[in-house]
């Protein structure tokens, strides 16, 4: 059972996941649980609600996520990190504080959308990629990011011949 969490209003985003205590910096959080696996061409037989809760496990699967993990927001400056279901606090958080991973850990996506997380350092328009990353950050994130990000980052690395 998942107790060290809530789920809230976080406007304007919609709800948000907070912490009801303390978290020190690399605690395990929660598990951010799976459901339906689907293909990109499934994606559009999905509710609207499922839709918008989707986390790419590969490049051509993702899974559906469940309560209260798909009401986890992103943040560009985010509080904690996943590495798989896992989530962990990123940084000390406060019991109070909403809890935000950045979801470009596992994106590839050339789309670019308006980012409402309010961090310092939000370009305000967001490209949804890990590739699109400053490289420092993917440096930092690489070792939480599924084995799929790993393996193009790392082709991506390679010199060309
Ligand atoms: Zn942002």
New binding site residues.
């Given amino acids: 059972m998942i107790t060290d969490v809530v789920v809230r209003d976080a406007p304007p985003k919609g709800k948000g996941v907070f912490a009801l205590r303390s978290f020190r910096k690399g605690e395990f959080i929660f598990r951010r649980r799976h459901g339906r696996v689907v293909s990109p061409r499934q994606e559009a037989q999905l509710s609207a609600e499922d839709g918008r809760h989707l986390t790419e496990l590969d490049f051509d699967r993702s899974a559906v996520l469940l309560p209260p993990g798909c009401y986890l927001n ?4 985010p509080n904690a990190m996943r590495s798989g279901v896992k989530v962990f606090a990123w940084r000390a958080l406060r019991k109070g504080e909403e809890i935000t991973i950045d979801y470009r850990l596992n994106a590839f996506s050339d789309v670019r959308s308006r ?5 310092r ?4 328009i ?1 490209q949804w990629s890990f590739f699109a990353l400053d490289p420092k950050r993917q440096r930092r994130y690489l070792p939480y990011a599924p084995d799929f990000i790993r393996r193009d980052y790392r082709r991506r690395a390679r010199p060309p011949v």
Avoid at 74 to 77: D, Q
């Fill in positions: 992103h943040s560009c400056e980012c409402r997380c309010g961090s350092n939000c370009a305000g967001v």
